[in-house]
């Protein structure tokens, strides 16, 4: 059973002239260069680039030295004589598939066979802060990173958190953290996109919003109590000194008095209320 497993292997290699397809992707508009692996190619008449359709995208005489390209592909390719390397232009999707080099003359032996893949470029992933602030004094974050299909749940705590990565076909999504920021990459074979948040920015913004919580509070009441402890002391002045208008004097001159005492207090407690208002 080996031995017969090892002949086919033989037989193949010698028949194809290589063992696998090798993969290639390409980002969706770009160019795609293939090569020839081999380094001394057999005698041959004719060399011809094909594809899945079986189709000769080009082909080359070694006796005319003459370079053929299809019809279809006219515009789209560049063949180099000297290496044999066939490079297509402006890929499309529907250019994925199978393309194999081919000599024929004595014998017909496929040099090499490639697996294109046409891709479009990754989408930017979005990184989400979830802001469950609590009076700890640590920075703790809850965030999502997302893309695609793609998405990964994790927390940054004590200027650190752990990197994940997840993947789906040919997407994939890491995640990491350093001492300034949160950082979610996406990628595929031919691109990547990043976003980023700021995590020192984020935490003098979480210090802000929890002053911003308790200190208003403490201020605004006091704020009250100034205003209402001023108004009952007006409110007292005001009656003390129409009592002391009404008592029996000579002349108006006490009353005059009395009442440019009230308008001086008057001013004093607007002034105090001014002031306490500057310190709320």
Known sequence: M???????????THITGFSAEISVFVQT?????????TQQLPE????????????AIVRYNSDSKRVRPHDSYKDRVVFNDKTFSLTLKNMQKNDSGLYTARTTGLITTDLVSYRVSVIDSVKAPVLTVNSNWSSSDSCTVNFTCRAHELMINSSYQ??????????????TLILDCSKKYIICNHSNPVSWK??????????EDKDKNLKSIHSPTL?????????VLIFFILIVL??????????????????????VSF???????????LICCHVV
């Open 2 to 12: 080996e031995l017969r497993l090892l002949l086919t292997l033989v037989l193949s």
């Open 29 to 37: 508009g770009d160019s795609v260069q293939l090569d020839i692996q």
């Open 44 to 55: 041959f008449d004719l060399l011809a680039w094909t594809n899945n359709k079986s189709e």
């Open 158 to 171: 004590n200027n650190r958190c752990s990197p994940q990565e997840v993947t789906s076909h040919i997407n």
């Open 194 to 203: 990043q976003d980023r948040i700021n995590i020192t920015q984020l935490c």
């Open 219 to 227: 201020g605004k009441a006091f704020g009250s109590l100034c205003i």
């Open 238 to 259: 005001y009656f003390k000194c129409k009592k002391g208008s009404q008592e029996e004097v000579e002349g108006n001159t006490v009353y005059a008095q009395v009442e």
């Open 263 to 273: 308008k001086l207090l008057f001013i004093i407690s607007l002034q105090t209320s």
